[in-house]
């Protein structure tokens, strides 16, 4: 079954440093996610893409926060000067159209930010 | 979207049927109810959806009252490694659209 692969599982960084979070959707998918969860809280949206371009974002996503799609394959969630509580859970997800089904998680990588 | 109304937590015997529990009284008619679970931290799952018919798949069945406003998820013989949070997200079937997941029900099966 094809799987949404995301890198590193788990990263530490120093405040104020950057990082970017990798992720490879199902290769004929369309639309691609990002979401996050801190430690015992909700699964949040941060932001959708498709076409290239970003489609939706949260409140979340601000300035500090940026996405590609480098390649035809990858799709990278990069934080430009991470704060304390950034650490969390961050899921990538894709879906061949959207709305709902069709939606593959990876397994996220736990960012803490120490 | 629809806001959606879950018990927090539930336990259920393995090998029992586990029958979860989710109110949308202010779902559109366009809307569909859409269950995803969590396993401790994993990425999210989908499970199952349905617009206003009964659905069932080989995880799970989806039974969705006439008027709409409520919902139940079944999982017919519940194992262990069905302990997890269920979600149950009402929202437009619309390309793109994103998941807005509430505190969900945590579901613990016990042997």
């Known amino acids: 079954e094809p799987e949404v692969t995301q890198t590193p599982s788990h990263q530490v960084t120093q405040m104020g440093q950057e990082v970017i979070l990798r992720c490879v959707p199902i290769s004929n998918h369309l639309y691609f996610y990002w979401y996050r969860q801190i430690l015992g809280q909700k699964v949040e949206f941060l932001v959708s893409f498709y076409n290239n371009e970003i489609s939706e974002k949260s409140e979340i996503f601000d300035d500090q926060f940026s996405v590609e799609r480098p390649d035809g394959s990858n799709f990278t969630l990069k934080i430009r000067s991470t704060k304390l509580e950034d650490s969390a859970m961050y899921f990538c997800a894709s879906s061949p159209t959207g709305g709902g089904y069709g939606y593959t998680f990876g397994s996220g990588t736990r960012l803490t930010v120490v | 979207d629809a806001k959606t109304t879950q018990p927090p937590s539930m336990d259920c015997a393995e090998g029992r049927a586990a029958n979860l529990p989710c109110n949308h009284s202010?779902?559109?008619?366009?809307?569909?109810v859409y269950w995803y679970r969590q396993i401790h931290s994993q990425g999210p799952q989908y499970i199952i959806h349905g617009l206003k018919n009964n659905e069932t798949n080989e995880m799970a069945s989806l039974i969705i009252t006439e008027d709409r406003k409520s919902s139940t998820l079944i999982l017919p013989h519940a194992t262990l490694r069905d302990t997890a949070v269920y979600y149950c997200?009402?929202?437009?079937?619309?390309?793109?659209?994103?998941?807005?997941f509430g505190g969900g029900t945590r579901v613990l099966v016990k042997p």
């Open positions: 202010t779902i559109s008619g366009n809307e569909y």
């Open positions: 997200i009402v929202i437009v079937k619309a390309a793109g659209n994103k998941l807005t």
